[in-house]
Nanobody, 123 residues
Framework: VQLQASGGGSVQAGGSLRLSCADSRRTFSNNGVAWFRQAPGKDREIVAAINWSGGRKTYADSVRGRFTISRDRSKNTVYLQMDSLKPEDTAVYYC?????????????????WGQGTQVTVSS
């Protein structure tokens, strides 16, 4: 797997984590990128997405105001800053690269997935 998500861990409620998504072999600087998450027994859901330039972003209602997606095109890296974490944010988080440069919340818009990183928030 070349697309690597990192930065997960265990924190207490109210804490923060910063996830990173990078690929050392393939550039995705001209693609939209998203973060998804999947909790045990639940479907994979969109968390946040960003377009190729970083000028457009969108968030799931459950994380808006707490999470921030950003990207550094020169480093071929996308970030997810997660603040004010809640136990319900516990999940495996995945980054995914889109088929084109646009922003999308649809899982079918993404065709290149990294391995997940576990985020566990305790109360």
């Amino acid at each position: 797997v070349q697309l690597q998500a990192s930065g997960g861990g265990s924190v207490q409620a109210g804490g923060s984590l910063r996830l990173s998504c990078a690929d050392s072999r393939r550039t995705f600087s001209n693609n939209g990128v998203a973060w998804f998450r999947q909790a045990p027994g639940k479907d994979r859901e969109i968390v946040a997405a960003i377009n190729w330039s970083g000028g457009r972003k969108t968030y799931a209602d459950s994380v808006r105001g707490r999470f921030t997606i950003s990207r550094d095109r020169s480093k071929n890296t996308v970030y997810l800053q997660m603040d004010s974490l809640k136990p319900e944010d516990t999940a495996v988080y995945y980054c995914a690269v889109g088929r084109d440069s646009f922003i999308s919340t649809h899982i079918t818009s993404y065709n290149y997935w990294g391995q997940g990183t576990q985020v566990t928030v305790s109360s």
